[in-house]
């Protein structure tokens, strides 16, 4: 397929904007692929291209939040490797099976974490006694919530960041840094895959990828510099937004 020139600064564009949302909240998605398919890409493409930008804004964002102290790279590293290992088997199950059911059944999570969240103005402004040991909990949601990223993968970020909240003990700030790292490893095992199958569009999902750096960058940067107060308003629209989308994708006529 050849695009048109005017294609490529827009989508860096877009790429900046969603990282700049997929590092504070996640849900950088609902930009980066409705643009890709605006251009007349197909779904498979398309969504293939979609993880190669992300991985470049999930893999800077990461890297960032580990620089600056926010988390440690060592105690998310088995985490990172089982989410790695769910995602690439999430992504291999896709390519015989089509998750259906999990588009009726992720907008009435995301619902429940919208209301959680709202209704506990508190929630996530200091870290608080873990519910599970990080040795219980990476590969339960490591390898669960991974598996979902390969194989469906809206609101995945908002599922990570309220598990490390809740059960975990994190803070907002800490469980926006954590979760990077864990979309970082789903999001490169996915893409290793497309890669393999052949369907990313490399020269947008570069151009693309290079707005996700930049953005991350700075969103990683407000995360740090703002604290929880500064994510949690963003967390809470970002859900809003995902769910949004997801409902009006549903409701839409194919």
Same mark, same amino acid.
């Given at each position: 397929m050849?695009?048109?020139?005017?294609?490529?600064?827009?989508?860096?564009?877009?790429? %900046?904007?969603?990282?700049?949302?997929? *590092?504070?909240?996640?849900?950088?998605?609902?930009? =980066?692929?409705?643009?890709?398919?605006?251009?007349?890409?197909?779904?498979?493409?398309?969504?293939?291209?979609?993880?190669?930008?992300a991985? %470049?804004?999930?893999?800077t964002?990461?890297? *960032?939040?580990?620089?600056?102290?926010?988390? *440690?790279?060592?105690?998310?590293?088995?985490?990172?490797?089982?989410? %790695?290992?769910?995602?690439?088997?999430?992504?291999?199950t896709?390519?015989?099976?089509?998750?259906?059911?999990?588009e009726?059944?992720?907008p009435w999570?995301?619902?429940?974490?919208?209301?959680?969240? !709202?209704?506990?103005?508190?929630?996530?402004?200091?870290? =608080?006694?873990?519910?599970?040991?990080?040795?219980?909990? +990476?590969?339960?949601?490591?390898?669960?919530?991974?598996?979902?990223?390969?194989?469906?993968g809206?609101?995945?970020?908002? +599922?990570?960041?309220?598990?490390l909240?809740?059960?975990?003990?994190?803070?907002? !700030?800490?469980?926006?840094? /954590?979760?990077?790292?864990?979309?970082a490893?789903?999001?490169?095992?996915?893409?290793?895959?497309?890669?393999?199958?052949?369907?990313?569009?490399?020269?947008?999902?570069?151009?693309?990828?290079?707005?996700?750096?930049?953005?991350?960058?700075?969103?990683?940067?407000l !995360?740090?510099?703002?604290?929880a107060? +500064? !994510?949690?308003?963003? %967390? /809470?629209?970002?859900?809003?937004?995902?769910?949004?989308?997801?409902?009006?994708?549903?409701?839409?006529?194919?």
């Amino acid at each position: 397929m050849t695009f048109p020139l005017w294609a490529y600064p827009l989508l860096f564009l877009t790429g %900046f904007a969603a990282g700049v949302i997929d *590092s504070v909240a996640g849900g950088g998605g609902i930009l =980066t692929l409705p643009v890709l398919l605006s251009l007349g890409m197909p779904p498979a493409e398309a969504i293939a291209t979609n993880k190669l930008q992300a991985s %470049f804004g999930s893999v800077t964002a990461a890297w *960032s939040y580990v620089r600056s102290g926010v988390v *440690s790279f060592r105690a998310c590293l088995p985490g990172a490797i089982l989410t %790695f290992v769910g995602s690439l088997l999430g992504a291999a199950t896709l390519q015989w099976v089509k998750p259906e059911w999990l588009e009726t059944l992720v907008p009435w999570l995301l619902a429940a974490i919208l209301i959680y969240t !709202v209704l506990r103005p508190r929630l996530g402004e200091q870290s =608080t006694q873990a519910r599970l040991s990080a040795r219980v909990f +990476f590969p339960i949601f490591g390898l669960a919530l991974g598996f979902y990223d390969g194989i469906f993968g809206p609101g995945v970020g908002s +599922f990570w960041t309220l598990a490390l909240i809740v059960v975990l003990g994190r803070d907002f !700030v800490a469980a926006t840094g /954590i979760t990077k790292v864990m979309n970082a490893a789903s999001n490169v095992a996915a893409l290793l895959l497309f890669l393999v199958l052949g369907k990313v569009h490399l020269s947008l999902g570069l151009v693309m990828g290079a707005g996700q750096i930049v953005g991350a960058r700075v969103g990683a940067r407000l !995360v740090v510099t703002r604290g929880a107060r +500064f !994510v949690r308003p963003i %967390f /809470i629209t970002m859900v809003a937004a995902v769910l949004a989308r997801l409902l009006w994708l549903s409701l839409s006529p194919t």
